[in-house]
Nanobody
Framework: VQLQASGGGLVQAGASLRLSCTAS????????GAWFRQSPGKEREFVAA???????YYSDPARGRFTISRDSAENTVHLQMNNLKPEDTAVYYC????????????????????WGQGTLVTVSS
């Protein structure tokens, strides 16, 4: 399974970015896809996930500003990020699991076996 992430960049606070993650070797229509992020000196943290049935999950910082979606035809998961804040600055990683994760495990990074290369998002104040 290979994941290719794109869409990061440098923006000012309040701007929007859309991250994309395209998978080969596994379909997002069957298995969950997720976004995590890691800031310097911090552990990787959950941002958002989408399950095969289009159920979505968000971290508290992401809820209300970020939207995760799936394009089944393109086998791509998107993360639309609006009203970005400096504290959103991080490397964002997309992830795919080979398991149909229950909601209680969807935020656990150890349940995802495939990871993209990471895309840097920098939000200036």
């Amino acid at each position: 399974v290979q994941l290719q992430a794109s869409g990061g960049g440098l923006v000012q606070a309040g701007a929007s970015l859309r991250l994309s993650c395209t998978a080969s070797g596994r379909t997002f229509s069957t298995y969950p896809g997720a976004w995590f992020r890691q800031s310097p000196g911090k552990e990787r943290e959950f941002v958002a996930a989408i399950r095969a049935g289009y159920m979505t999950y968000y971290s508290d910082p992401a809820r209300g500003r970020f939207t995760i979606s799936r394009d089944s035809a393109e086998n791509t998961v998107h993360l639309q990020m609006n009203n970005l804040k400096p504290e959103d600055t991080a490397v964002y990683y997309c992830a795919s699991s080979s398991l149909r994760l229950p909601s209680g495990l969807i935020r656990d990074s150890t349940r995802y076996g495939s990871w993209g290369q990471g895309t840097l998002v920098t939000v200036s104040s």
